[in-house]
């Protein structure tokens, strides 16, 4: 009997060794800007390596206890061919004020494989799958209690108006994620999504940080049109 417990320890030790490191889901430590109203949530879900079979993102979001985001919610996605909007900003796209009405539209979850998906988009040809959805929220305060989940394969990275607050640990994907940032560019990262039905969500919690509009169109912006109206010849 002790003999093969010593060798099922030993087991356990080699495979260990074997197995990638153990995935978790992990807050940035940004607090994420929220406001009262309308706000912007954008994920990444990302591939482990090219041909991968599947793909998935879903998404929820809890504020004070009321779920704000979850399976079903309306988004928009795209698989990206190239960084969005461009090399320089290959994290604009999840700035509540890009404009993405050319995206696909349906609900979370989004990718492809496996039967858990809303929204079908993407292959193992490319690396990344954005989404990006509208929340509402009644009311917010800095001491809100903000949970954020997420039911992903293989990889996943979550702006809330903006900012980073949160991405699957133990990946590849470079601080600023871009269209070709797969989870397994030599760390053997994969991870597998849940399956169930509701989705099993991996949770975080995330500090708060009261915004106003993110959404509000800044004396700057009408400047930098007037300026390039005034450019163009208007
Ligand atoms: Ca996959
Ligand atoms: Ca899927």
């Known amino acids: 009997m002790k ?19 153990n995935a978790l889901l992990e807050a940035s430590g940004e607090k994420a800007p929220i ?13 482990d390596s090219a041909g991968s079979s599947d793909l998935t993102l879903i998404i929820q979001l809890k504020i004070d206890g009321k779920i704000v985001v979850d399976e079903g919610h309306k988004c928009t996605a795209i698989q990206p061919l ?18 993405d009405k050319d995206w696909e539209k349906g609900e979370y979850g989004v990718g492809y494989g496996d039967g858990d998906d809303n929204l079908i988009i993407g292959n193992g040809t490319h690396a990344m799958v954005y989404s990006r959805a ?9 001491n809100s209690k903000v949970e954020l989940g997420a039911d992903f394969d293989d990889g996943c990275v979550i702006w809330i108006n903006g900012v980073e607050v949160a991405r699957e640990s133990n990946t590849d994907i470079p601080d600023e994620p871009e ?16 399956k169930t039905d509701p989705p099993t969500y991996e949770f975080v919690e995330l500090d708060v940080k009261v915004i106003g509009n993110p ?20």
Not at 8 to 18: E, K, N, P
Not at 38 to 47: C, F, K
Not at 82 to 99: A, H, L, M, V, Y
Not at 215 to 234: C, H, M, N, Q, R
């Open 3 to 21: 003999l093969i417990i010593q060798a099922g320890i030993v087991i356990l030790m080699i495979a260990s060794l074997i197995m990638p490191a």
């Open 35 to 47: 406001a009262k109203g309308d706000n912007l949530i954008a994920g990444a879900a990302v591939n």
């Open 82 to 99: 190239e960084n969005i909007p461009s090399d320089k900003d290959p994290t604009g796209w999840t700035q509540p004020k890009f404009d």
């Open 134 to 142: 509208i929340f509402e929220v009644k009311s917010i305060r800095s």
């Open 179 to 194: 269209w070709d940032s797969w989870t397994d560019k030599g760390s053997g990262h994969s991870h597998e999504a849940s």
């Open 215 to 234: 959404f509000a169109v800044e004396p700057a912006d009408k400047l930098a049109t007037s300026w390039g109206e005034i450019k163009a010849g208007y």
